[in-house]
């Protein structure tokens, strides 16, 4: 089976505090994602990369920047976490392609306070 | 610029009720369309798909036919179990012309199943 895993599921930060959300695919996926989850809003992309050290901006990529040094491992950081950045993170990735299935890992609540 | 508008929650039903769960998209070119679910405390999950007019997709007992013409790819199931209490995403993949592909999920629908 796939497997998306986010190393944090809970975490709780302070204003200010650089904040790193990391996320680890099993199945050589090319292309990584990072998602946040609001209430209401959906799912919105905040950064992708589709091969190794390579990455563009999404819809809402300000205060967010990330890192893909390894084909497996994609970073999400939070250079001065904010609460207007309390939310639900969501990684994912899949193979590149039409039509194929996206695998999200179970996603890190992250609170800023 | 591509989009997907799925009805707003929550949906709230009876065990064994019919289910609908519309979904229509906007998009320049001819997308795939998926239906992802999202149990509590979980990540999405591949429901179904179909890739292009007329497919029907299904899994679990659940529907979704590609409507070109409408443009919509509409969830249904024909008897709602409590365990299918989840949110439910419609999305689009289409691509970006760079050998890239773009996912576009609408805002999701909750549903709740009464026993």
């Known amino acids: 089976d796939v497997k998306v895993t986010q190393s944090s599921r809970y975490l709780v930060k302070r204003t200010g505090e650089k904040v790193f959300l990391e996320c680890v695919q099993d199945?050589?996926?090319?292309?990584m994602f990072w998602y946040r989850q609001d209430p209401g809003l959906g799912l919105r992309l905040i950064y992708f990369?589709?091969?190794?050290?390579?990455?563009e901006k999404g819809d809402i990529p300000e205060g967010y920047s990330v890192s893909r040094e390894k084909k497996e491992r994609f970073s999400l950081i939070l250079e001065s976490a904010s609460t207007n950045q309390t939310s639900m993170y969501l990684c994912?990735?899949?193979?590149?392609?039409?039509?194929?299935?996206?695998?999200f890992g179970e996603g890190s609540w992250l609170t800023v306070v | 610029g591509d989009s997907v508008t799925q009805m707003e929650g929550p949906v709230t039903l009876s065990e064994e009720a019919f289910l609908t769960i519309n979904c229509t998209y906007t998009?320049?070119?001819?997308?795939?369309l998926f239906w992802y679910v999202q149990y509590p405390g979980e990540g999405l999950q591949l429901l179904l798909k179909?890739?292009?007019?007329?497919d029907k997709g299904s899994n679990k007992g659940f529907e979704a036919t590609y409507r070109k013409e409408t443009t919509s790819f509409h969830l249904e199931k024909g008897s709602v179990q409590v365990s299918d209490s989840a949110v439910y995403f419609c999305a689009l993949s289409d691509p970006r012309g760079s050998g890239t592909y773009k996912y576009i999920f609408g805002t999701g629908t909750r549903l709740k199943v009464l026993a």
């Open positions: 994912a990735s899949t193979v590149t392609g039409d039509a194929n299935t996206i695998y």
């Open positions: 990369s589709y091969d190794v050290k390579m990455k």
């Open positions: 199945m050589d996926h090319e292309n």
């Open positions: 179909a890739t292009k007019a007329d």
């Open positions: 998009a320049t070119g001819y997308p795939s």
